[in-house]
C-alpha cells in the first residue's frame, strides 16, 4: 500500500494506492477448513481476510473460538467532512469482529451472513486517538442463527463504541 500528500494540480488531494487478493480464496478456505483453523491460517500467512480490510487498512490480529480482534489506526483517509472518522469506520470494524467471531466457531463449509446490527457510538475517533481494536465476542451459536457483541477501544481502554448483531447460519458459498 502507498500514500501520498502529492497535490497533481490540486492543492488539497492526496492519492492511496493499495492491491488485495482475491475474496474467493479465502471462500474456498472456508469450504474445506473449520471456521478457526481457516482464519488461523489467514493469519499466520499475513493475508487480508477481505478486500474491505485492505480498503480500511485494518487487520485481523487474534481469533479464538467465539471471539476475533481487528486493529486500525484512524488515518485521515477514514474521515468524513466534518473533521472525525466516519462512523462507517466503526460499524465495518464491529460488524467485522462480531462476524469472524462467528465465524471462528463454524464447522467446514458454514458461514454466515449479518441479518441485523445495532451499533451505538460513545466517542469519536480521530487522528490522535491512535490504535483501537474492535473486539467481537460470539454470544449465541444455533444451528441457524448467531448473535454476538463487540467493542472498539483505544490503547488505553477507553470505549468508543459498542455493537450488537444477529446473524444467519448459511452454507458456503459454491466458488467459480
Known sequence: MSETNETNGHEHERTRTYSWRDPMVGVAQFASQSGLDALRAMIASGESVAPIMKTMNCALVEVDAGRAVFALTPAEYHYNPVGVVHG????????SAMGISIQSSLPAGTTFTTLEMKVTYIRA???????VRAEGTLVHLGRRMAVAEGRITDSAGKLYATASTTCLIIDV????
Not at 462507517?88 to 470494524?93: D, K, W
Not at 458459498?173 to 467459480?176: A, H, K, L, V
Open 125 to 131: 475517533m480521530t487522528l490522535t486517538t491512535g490504535p
Open 88 to 95: 462507517g469506520v466503526a460499524a465495518t470494524l464491529l460488524d
Open 173 to 176: 458459498p459454491q466458488t467459480p
